[in-house]
């Protein structure tokens, strides 16, 4: 019980009272960045905002249990800071910085713990939930388990998670990093495979630099480094998996190694990849949550293009791996190429039954692409990528451009399942329906 806490979910209960009775749409307001990627005329932000801006604090680190309750928009940074001091992380810590715990379930976040231990969500056990009807429910794997299942991958649609309650894993405080260099992909995907079926590394995840470069980084927790890596400023860490062969970086630094240049987007502004640039406008700049402020800033710009640029996660069965690299180094061809493998630990409620059995087995590839322009006369890559992911039996996260029909939409995602929660949560759709928010219907 906390009383600060339930004061301030009673108030944000009472507010979407309000908008139900006045029957005004509405949409979550959380504060911080948001890891969504603005797209013209969006649809997805044009109701009324409902601020919950207030919920981010950690209400309590278990360290007996291994477990912690906290509000929704702590961010991973926060998190990993304060469990790092009591020897902990959770076991699964989104790469970037401002990346909340609340948008860590609604919007399916992995990294590279997740080849143990799946997605946050799946080492979540309680969710606080406000329904669209301005209640307060509590869910669970036992306790209301099918609106447990649903709001993972639900993108607030179904009501507002107010409190998550979730597990952490004993922590060290340096990673040791090992680099592991193919030159071709059946054997960088052989060794992969090989890898995530043992308990070698704590951490695994790779980088394909370019058609014939390709890196495994292999990390362990170790409690003493010979020396820890900085790339805070100067330097880059996507670049340094191509030079080195080992590394040692803080636990918290392994966490957000990405961060410094938001993976590579950077790159679209070479001069910010130059050691003097840094130097100088490093501090204002660099950074994913600076980064994406500034992105938005330029949000007119993208006028300019003829579409934003393809950002997205898209999850292949380990077993299409293979069909998707051949089609991928021909057809799309952009560099560098995030993969982290992620095992679902049981196929999620939120996927139809027949596209579940055609994802099979559990081990998912998270491809990860960031950042590739998308301004071709005739070739929307963005379209060609979900097609993509849909031919080979994947899925992709919902978080930039979506092109499905309704039709295909709900072959892939569970209808049932999820109308049967929004009747639950949301009967009289305050917030939009899951294909509604995100296609111009
Ligand atoms: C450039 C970029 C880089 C990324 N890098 C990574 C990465 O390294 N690792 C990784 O795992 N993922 C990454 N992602 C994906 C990211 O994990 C998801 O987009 C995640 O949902 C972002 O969460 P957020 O806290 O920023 O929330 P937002 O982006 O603000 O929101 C995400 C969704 O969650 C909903 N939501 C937010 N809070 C709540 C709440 N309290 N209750 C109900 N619904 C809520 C929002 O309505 C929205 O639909 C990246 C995305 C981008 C665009």
Known sequence: MNAEHDKKVSEIAAAVREHVAEKRPVQIQKGGVSHFVPVPGDMRRKSMPIDISGLSNILEI?????????EPGVTFAQL????????LIPMVVPELEGITVGGAVAGCSVESMSYRYGGFHDSCEEYEIITGEGKVLTCSPRQEPLLFEMVHGSYGTLGI???LTFKLVPAKQFVKMEYRKFNNFPAYQAEMLRLCKTTEFDFIDGIVHSRDNFVLCLG??????PYVSNYRWLNI???STAEKSEDYLTTFDYCFRYDTECHWITKSVPLLEQKPVRFAVGKFVLGSTNLIKWSKRLDSLLKLKKRPDV???IFIPARRFNDFWKW??????????WVIPYRIPKMYGWVSKTHGARMQGDLMIDCAVYGKPNGHASVDYSKMLEDKTYELDGVKTLISRNHYTKERFWEIYNRENYDQAKLRLDPKAVFPGLFEKFHRV
């Not at 362990?220 to 480094?225: G, L, M, S």
């Open 62 to 70: 278990d360290v007996k249990n291994q477990r912690c309750i906290a």
């Open 237 to 239: 860490f996507y670049k």
């Open 311 to 313: 950002v997205c996660d």
């Open 161 to 163: 998670l107010t409190r």
């Open 220 to 225: 362990n927790f170790v409690d003493k480094a």
């Open 80 to 87: 990993a800071k304060a469990t790092l001091e009591k020897g």
């Open 328 to 337: 991928y180094e021909k057809d799309f061809d952009f560099f560098p190429l």
